[in-house]
């Protein structure tokens, strides 16, 4: 039977999401249901005075207000998650504010109607007396002594300050010949699943039990988080996050508001509960992501050897900073990347801003981190005459090299140490795809004819696959069919195919016959969720481990059935037959029917009923994929307008799994990071006014804008865990920035435009244009 | 959002300064203005009806009229929240002779914050002009039938 693992089948879950016959949040509908409804600050920073929500409940059909004061202990600031020694101020919002308003779109009262109308209007009904008080709306003025504060309690906005340091970065400096500073500025975006967030709960008074429909990316967590919060023990709620439409992030925030105020007003009006957030409410209630502001400095040798490198960056942490210090954690440790760098200075400060609070969103820090890097080396190689990919091939890490000890500390709080790859083999292979060889004589052909076309590639690592651990319970029916449960969920990375393909290679059946479940916590309880790009890894571990302690309990079964000894036994075509006998076999369900006995006894070594198993994985560290992209744009200098017409990527995330499901992560990847580098962007106005609420505004790219992807696979597998993958599930969005930024600065080379900043709109390429024209 | 301008009206700064105190001449001229009580000197209770892009929305706050100079100055400010978030306004007006007519120089500033912001900022440059267009325009014909 030729192994289901790395072979490009589609997917398990596709059928029934094709045909309308998933179920999200949205589709849950219980009887006797109302909805929620949340009005929301519409000043990024306001004293709450008072709040009359009389008129509201006078309307027929409006069940219930809450405002803070309803709240009881449930008011309280929402849970801290990751606290950090250098996070000085970690604070988290109230579920409704009680009296100040730090962010357009914090929740501050919660109606619940007999249907969404009429909790809508009744929104606008409650009259709530704000006093302004003083907006800081950038990260720049934010973190200035003397400005606004946002919270009152803090001598400033600076809720972290974090120093990493690796070799002597001072004295490298001091002796390099060659010394290149750049100022760099990443903006904020959002990362706009197709499906927002929501909640529906429902609470049954005689059995005392809680259901939660949750689209999250954490249920466990939350589930922990829940029966603490309302004195239920954690039997008693049982969460589950169905299909979801996408997370990349934003929905591993644990807890939004609304995933308390649901259940809590569940519970208090025995009624079934939903709130579906809307897209506007998206644009400023869930966690956003990107901004920073980079010092960045480098330091090489004549050749172009790096020496040091040192940045001191600002991260806007939003109003709130829940998460912790996790998204400049990973910039900073993304930064060094592929390269050999002996002598490293990481330094950033976190800063609270009247916006909405930020929280990881697909590469978490590490599109940052890369393009300040690469930023960099094209700076350098320009400013030394060098080749781009000279310039990174010269400072690659080597394939002997390895483990290679990066000498910082990782976000998994274990030190950062890259486990396998080949940079240089990833480097030629993309080089050769793009044909870099011959793109000076394309490029000069295309500018003869009034064309200005760039070529960008850049490298990256990408650290995946952290634990602390995650688990899976694998068994089989006697119907024959496998069922396999883990805690982590899925938001469509293929889960129900992936996990599938690794225990029909274990067990001998086909992966069809192999039916996984995620994210409901009465199937599975353990975990932590889904994040980091790793599930794969760390779950996809333990269900190969599971799978193959049930073939051993099958073994051991079947021999006793087939009178053979467990080691002769051996499974396949979802049968369990003697090694040289084929004749003597019994079907897997036949197997699992007799390891269930109705009667008489059963064999000691059993160690009790059933094909059933559950195992746990726990990875010691990270593990590191990497990859390189490369791509020409075609810039129009006149308009600003910008064309993707070729782009490449290399990937090695160890062994492949699934190269169907990989590629489509890759796809995926690429357009969120082309739409980071290019065209979204949440503008907000001086006084922290969002002024991108719809895709009017805040432009997604599209299949328009999307450029065919070329992907090459290298795989070298990882010694960190059995199967030898690595995490792919942030790889395409990771370098996409630096890849277009170095590609737009030399198609516009004959400008001198130098690019600092990302995204690069048309508008904003046009002006970088008008100002090199004139400074020319 | 900061906005300027001038309008002449055909009509002695002494006339003209009375209109512009006057809460009746207000009262018609204030676009979308469904209700203006004085509930003091020179401060008013409004309700205004205004739609910026797509959002229309129904406005209750206050209009004061301060740091007044008879008959050439004073600061008008509005503020006003509703469903579809909330604005806020400061304008000052200066009057001046010019010939047989008066020169009204007006400099104003308006924050607008909520469902109106979002939707309806980059519109509010040419509303908001479009509104103190009519309000002046409302002005000089009243001024203008008064004389």
């Known amino acids: 039977m030729s192994p289901h693992v790395g072979a490009r089948i589609t997917r398990n879950e596709d059928p029934a999401l094709l045909r309308g016959r998933g179920l999200f949040v949205d589709d849950v509908r219980l009887p006797g249901m109302v909805c929620a409804a949340v009005l929301r600050s519409p000043h990024a920073h306001a004293r709450i005075n008072r709040i009359d929500a009389r008129r509201a409940l006078a309307v027929p059909g409006v069940l219930a207000v809450f405002t803070h004061a309803d709240l009881g202990e449930l008011g309280g600031p929402l849970p801290k998650l990751i606290p950090h020694p250098a996070l000085t101020y970690h604070k988290t919002q109230e579920p409704l504010a009680s009296t100040v308003a730090r962010f357009v779109g914090e929740p501050v009262a919660f109606v619940v109607a007999e249907d969404r109308y009429l909790a809508e209007d009744a929104l606008d009904l409650i009259a709530v007396d704000y006093t302004p008080l003083p907006v800081v709306e950038s990260l720049q003025e934010a973190a200035v002594p003397g400005a606004p504060l946002v919270h009152a309690d803090m001598p400033n906005n600076v809720c972290a300050h974090y120093t990493q340091r690796v070799g002597d970065v001072e004295r490298s400096f001091a002796r390099a010949a060659h010394r290149f500073r750049e100022r760099l500025v990443i903006d904020r975006g959002t990362s706009s699943p197709l499906e927002t967030r929501g909640v529906v709960a429902s609470w049954q008074p005689q059995t005392r039990q809680l259901d939660i429909w949750d689209s999250t990316q954490a249920p466990i967590p939350i589930r922990n988080g829940l029966a603490a919060m309302f004195h239920l023990p954690q039997a008693g709620v049982r969460v589950v996050a169905p299909d979801v439409g996408g997370g990349f992030g934003c929905k591993v925030m644990m807890f939004y508001p609304e995933e308390i105020l649901v259940p809590m007003a569940a519970l208090r009006l025995a009624r079934p509960v939903k709130w579906i957030e809307d897209r506007r409410e998206h644009f400023v209630a869930t966690n956003q992501e990107r901004e920073q502001i980079h010092e960045a400095e480098i330091a090489v040798d004549d050749d172009g050897l790096i020496l040091g490198v040192r940045t001191t960056f600002l991260y806007d942490a939003g109003a709130y900073c829940p998460y912790g210090i996790i998204v400049p954690i990973v910039a900073g440790t993304t930064l060094p990347g592929p390269y050999r760098i002996a002598h490293y200075h990481c330094e950033f400060r976190a800063i609270f801003t009247n916006k909405t609070p930020v929280s990881p969103y697909r590469g978490a820090g590490r599109p940052h981190g890369v393009f300040v890097m690469e930023r960099l080396l094209d700076r350098a190689a320009g400013e030394l005459g060098l080749d781009r990919a000279e310039i990174r091939r010269r400072n690659l890490i080597q394939p002997n090299e390895f483990p290679y000890d990066v000498g910082v500390i990782y976000q998994d709080n274990a030190p950062l140490q890259y486990d396998s790859g080949d940079y240089p083999r990833c480097l030629s292979r993309a080089a050769d795809m793009i044909d870099y060889a011959r793109w000076g004589a394309r490029q000069q052909a295309n500018r003869a004819a009034g064309r200005y076309l760039g070529l960008g590639i850049a490298c990256y690592v990408e650290g995946t696959g952290i634990g602390p651990y995650e688990g899976s319970r694998v068994n089989v029916e006697p119907s024959g069919k496998v069922f396999v449960a883990t805690g982590v969920g899925t938001q469509g990375q293929g889960h129900m195919t992936v996990f599938a393909q690794i225990v029909a290679d274990v067990l001998g059946v086909d992966p069809r016959d192999v039916s996984v479940r995620t994210g409901d916590t009465t199937a599975f309880g353990w975990g932590t969720g889904t994040f980091a790009s790793r599930a794969g890894v760390v779950a996809g571990t333990a269900v190969s481990l599971a799978a193959e302690a049930v073939r051993e309990k099958t073994r051991l079964v079947a021999a006793s059935l087939l009178e053979a000894r467990p080691d002769e036994i051996e499974l396949e075509h979802g049968r369990a037959f003697v090694r040289g006998a084929p004749a003597r076999s019994l079907l897997l369900g036949e197997v699992a029917a007799a390891s269930n006995p109705l009667r008489f006894t059963m064999p000691r070594d059993w160690e009790g009923p059933g094909l059933e198993a559950t195992r746990y994985f726990a990875p010691p560290r990270g593990t590191f994929s990497n990859g390189v992209h490369a791509c020409i744009v075609e810039v129009d200098p006149e308009t600003g307008m910008l064309r993707v017409r070729r782009y490449v990527v290399v990937h090695d995330c160890g062994r492949v799994l699934n190269p169907l499901i990989l590629d489509g992560q890759i796809h995926g990847g690429v357009a969120q990071g082309l739409g980071g580098a290019v065209w979204e962007k949440l503008v907000y106005d001086a006084q922290g006014q969002p002024l991108a609420t719809t895709f009017m505004d805040y432009l997604l790219p599209t299949s328009e804008e999307v450029p065919p992807l070329e992907v090459g696979h290298e795989e070298t597998p990882t010694p960190l865990n059995p199967l030898g993958v690595k995490g792919a599930g942030e790889a395409g969005v990771i370098p996409v920035a630096a890849a277009v930024a170095q590609a737009v600065e030399d198609a516009l080379q004959p400008f001198g435009v130098h690019i600092t900043e990302m995204p690069l709109s048309p508008n904003r390429v046009r002006q970088l244009v008008a100002e090199a024209r004139r400074s020319l | ?147």
């Open chain 2, 1 to 147: 959002m900061k906005l300027e301008g001038t309008n002449s009206l055909p009509a002695p700064v002494e006339t003209v300064w009375k209109t512009i105190n006057d809460p009746e001449a207000l009262r018609r001229c204030t676009p979308g203005l469904k209700e203006l009580k004085e509930v003091g000197p020179d401060t008013y209770q409004a309700t205004l009806q205004i739609g910026v892009a797509a959002v229309k929305g129904t406005y209750a706050g206050t209009l004061a009229i301060t740091d007044k100079r008879a008959p050439a100055h004073y600061k008008i400010s509005l503020d006003g929240s509703g469903g579809a978030g909330f604005m806020k306004g400061e304008g000052i007006v200066d009057l001046e002779p010019h010939g047989d007519g008066t020169l009204l120089k007006w400099a104003g500033d308006i924050q607008i914050g909520g469902l109106i912001a979002g939707v309806g900022q980059r519109m509010l440059g040419g509303i908001g002009k479009m509104l103190i267009g009519q309000f002046f325009k409302c002005l000089e014909d009243y001024v203008g039938g008064g004389t």
